[in-house]
Every structure is written in structure tokens, then in C-alpha cells.
């Protein structure tokens, strides 16, 4: 289930007016330069986004709840994972760590917000981890 344009949480900024409004909403925007307007085709890539963050962080939380409800040494995240699977796990934390990142990034684009900038360097560190512990496995 995506979010259509009337369900999006419009974005309140009433520090810089001048910013671009995502669907002409009052307040709602994303863009610094006025003179741009954001496309359609940039509204469905950040919705998408959104969307498959909120199913990696659905898919987490029901494997953190079946390892709680799980007998002790049972559930999702005991024993002994075959090497296929830690190296398809490695593969896409490194991809979602570089996915982040790269989020991380255009929000610093978009503000002077410190610890904004602290989390691009903090997921550039995490990215190069990765990176090096695919190469391990």
C-alpha cells in the first residue's frame, strides 16, 4: 500500500518560504532552488523509498517479536545461518547501508542541520564496513 499524494505528511517549513511546495501545499517542500518544480517522476521515487523503508522496518520488527515469543534457543535468530544466506544478508545490509547513505547525503544537501551531517559521515563509516565484510564472506 503506497502513499498517494493526499496521504503524504506535508513537510512544515516555515524557517525558509521560499523553498519549492511539493503540490502546491502550503508549507510542504523539499527543494531549495524556487525556480525548479519537483516532477511527478521524483514524488513516486521518494515515495517508494519511503515505502520500502517502512517494509524493511516491518519485516524487523516481526523478526525481532517471533525471536521474543520464541522458546529460548529457537526462533529467527538462533543457531547457525548457512553461509548463503549470511553472504545474501551481508549483500543487502551493504546496499541498504549505501541506500542510507545516499539518503543521508541529499538531506545534508538540504540543511545546515549538524547532526545530519554527523550521520552522513557515521553512515559513510558504516557503508565502507559493509563493503568490507562482504568482501570477507
Not at 523503508?53 to 535468530?77: H, I, N
Not at 539518503?103 to 545530519?116: D, Y
Request: net charge negative; with cysteine.
Amino acid at each position: 500500500m503506497g502513499l498517494g499524494p493526499e496521504e503524504m505528511t506535508p513537510i512544515e517549513n516555515d524557517v525558509n518560504p521560499s523553498r519549492t511546495n511539493i503540490g502546491n501545499r502550503k508549507g510542504c517542500s523539499y527543494m531549495e532552488d524556487s525556480t525548479s518544480e519537483v516532477k511527478t517522476e521524483q514524488i513516486a521515487i521518494w515515495r517508494n523509498l519511503l515505502d520500502a523503508f517502512g517494509q524493511l522496518s516491518s519485516a524487523w520488527d516481526t523478526a525481532v517479536e517471533a525471536q521474543r515469543q520464541a522458546p529460548q534457543g529457537q526462533g529467527p535468530g538462533a543457531g547457525t545461518l548457512p553461509d548463503d544466506l549470511v553472504a545474501a544478508f551481508t549483500l543487502a545490509a551493504t546496499r541498504g547501508s549505501e541506500a542510507l547513505t545516499g539518503i543521508a547525503e541529499m538531506l545534508a544537501a538540504q540543511s545546515s542541520n549538524e547532526e545530519i551531517e554527523a550521520t552522513v559521515q557515521a553512515q559513510r563509516a558504516a557503508s565502507q564496513h559493509w563493503e568490507a565484510a562482504r568482501a570477507d564472506s
